[in-house]
């Protein structure tokens, strides 16, 4: 099947800095890749959607001047945490359909960020 | 928006047992039906999903769900359970191309 990477797969960093997170899809190009959130023991909560060569489309609630998103090619897109905090504290996961629609999207491993 | 709910967050079974988890969604208009499956240590995996026609769905390693749509529900089962199938479960529906995902059940099944 298809497969999306995410890098780093773990990342702690100190309060007040920023940490990147990069989404790749390793053998199909992608228009469109989305960022997820997950909390212990809740759901995947989706918090925007990156386009290659447009703006990302931000859910409600979701601040774009503290996640900024960057589809910077067909197979890249990151989501940069700016001046981090513990609450941001999460895991983040990316996810990218490969054919033309939406029916079927490949999943990330998913980035486990830890803010002291 | 749409919105899904799986029940009883944990469940834990012996080996051979059968396995039922239960999948609710809002939404009225036209759905695409999901289980993903996140073995530990892994990333999600799709395990079957519904479109459109028989809305008894066959998946991998012998999982099934079907969809009935009066009870707007698509509850996943499996007839017996191995060690292998510990891990966790997540309903999503998409609608109007946005992918809503339930809270997903631990699964934990004993040797």
């Known amino acids: 099947g298809a497969v999306v990477s995410q890098h780093p797969s773990r990342v702690i960093c100190k309060s007040g800095t920023s940490v990147k997170i990069e989404c790749r899809s390793l053998?199909?190009?992608?228009?469109?890749m989305f960022w997820y959130r997950q909390f212990p023991k809740q759901s995947l909560m989706l918090m925007a959607t990156s386009n290659e060569g447009s703006k990302a489309t931000y859910e409600q609630g979701v601040e774009k001047d503290k996640f900024l998103i960057n589809h910077a090619s067909l197979t890249l897109s990151t989501l940069t945490v700016t001046s981090a905090h513990p609450e941001d504290s999460s895991f983040y996961i990316c996810s990218a359909p490969r054919t033309g629609g939406y029916n079927e999207q490949f999943f990330g491993p998913g980035t486990r960020l830890t803010v002291l | 928006a749409q919105s899904v709910s799986q029940h009883n967050h944990h469940v834990i079974l012996s080996e051979a047992a059968s396995l039922e988890l239960g999948c609710n969604y809002s939404?009225?208009?036209?759905?695409?039906l999901f289980w993903y499956v996140q073995y530990p240590g892994q990333h999600l995996q799709l395990l079957l999903k519904?479109?459109?026609?028989?809305?008894l769905v066959k998946g991998i390693k012998g999982f099934e769900a079907e969809f009935i749509k009066s009870k707007f529900s698509f509850n996943l089962r499996k007839p017996s359970v191995q060690w292998s199938d510990t891990a966790e479960y997540f309903c999503a529906v998409r609608g109007n191309n946005r992918l809503a995902f339930g809270k997903g059940n631990q699964v934990v099944v004993i040797p």
């Open positions: 939404y009225g208009g036209t759905v695409n």
């Open positions: 519904y479109f459109s026609g028989d809305p």
């Open positions: 053998d199909f190009q992608a228009t469109t």
